[in-house]
T-cell receptor
Framework: DGGITQSPKYLFRKEGQNVTLSCEQN?????MYWYRQDPGQGLRLIYY???????QKGDIAEGYSVSREKKESFPLTVTSAQKNPTAFYLC????????????FGPGTRLTVT | DAKTTQPNSMESNEEEPVHLPCNHS???????IHWYRQLPSQGPEYVIH???SNVNNRMASLAIAEDRKSSTLILHRATLRDAAVYYC????????????FGKGTRLSVIA
């Protein structure tokens, strides 16, 4: 059963703590992405990776970090430096090229108080 | 910069066709047009994409204008399950494939 999994679905943290969101795919996709969505808004790109051990910043990378040690996994760490971390976080993957669709995970809703 | 323009919202009656417009007047010759939709509290779902010719799949049809400056997503018979935010995205052929999302069109379907 192929797809993208994100865990957990809901996550609660205290301000000042780092938190890592999991994203795994078994679609053999080269590219993986992290997006953030705030209420009533579209998705904004945080980081993306097209190959293992390499990744690029998106539009809103400040306060976030990623790693890509395996093709299947692309975890996102929300650091204490992120000023407004409460949001819906979505992971996606795709083949590389503009004619391929992206597949999205179910998302993780992070609440920081 | 999403580089596409869509109406904020549209409404349709159930079982009727829906035409969702998108303007992408600065599109270049190798840019693809992708459509995704997002149901409440879920990740976006791929709907359809095309380059020049009209495209059909089991979910929808995509009509691309001859000058490629606009396109229309067509849902042939709207159902309540089609109520979602629909995003029209222009994807450049730069080798980097992140999607740039605008605010999309919120489609309401009335029973």
């Amino acid at each position: 059963d192929g797809g993208i999994t994100q865990s957990p679905k809901y996550l609660f943290r205290k301000e000042g703590q780092n938190v890592t969101l999991s994203c795994e795919q078994n679609l053999n996709h080269d590219a993986m992405y992290w997006y953030r969505q705030d209420p009533g808004q579209g998705l904004r790109l945080i980081y993306y990776s097209q190959i293992v051990n390499d990744f690029q910043k998106g539009d809103i990378a400040e306060g976030y970090s990623v790693s890509r040690e395996k093709k299947e996994s692309f975890p996102l760490t929300v650091t204490s430096a992120q000023k407004n971390p409460t949001a819906f976080y979505l992971c996606a993957s795709s083949m590389i090229g503009n004619s391929y669709e992206q597949y999205f995970g179910p998302g993780t809703r992070l609440t920081v108080t | 910069d999403a580089k596409t323009t869509q109406p904020n919202s549209m409404e349709s009656n159930e079982e009727e066709p829906v035409h969702l417009p998108c303007n992408h007047s600065t599109i270049s010759g190798t840019d693809y047009i992708h459509w995704y939709r997002q149901l409440p509290s879920q990740g976006p779902e791929y709907v359809i994409h095309g380059l020049t010719s009209n495209v059909n799949n089991r979910m929808a049809s995509l009509a691309i204008a001859e000058d490629r400056k606009s396109s229309t997503l067509i849902l042939h018979r709207a159902t309540l399950r089609d109520a979602a935010v629909y995003y029209c995205i222009r994807l450049t052929n730069s080798g980097n494939t992140p999607l740039v999302f605008g605010k999309g069109t919120r489609l309401s379907v009335i029973a």
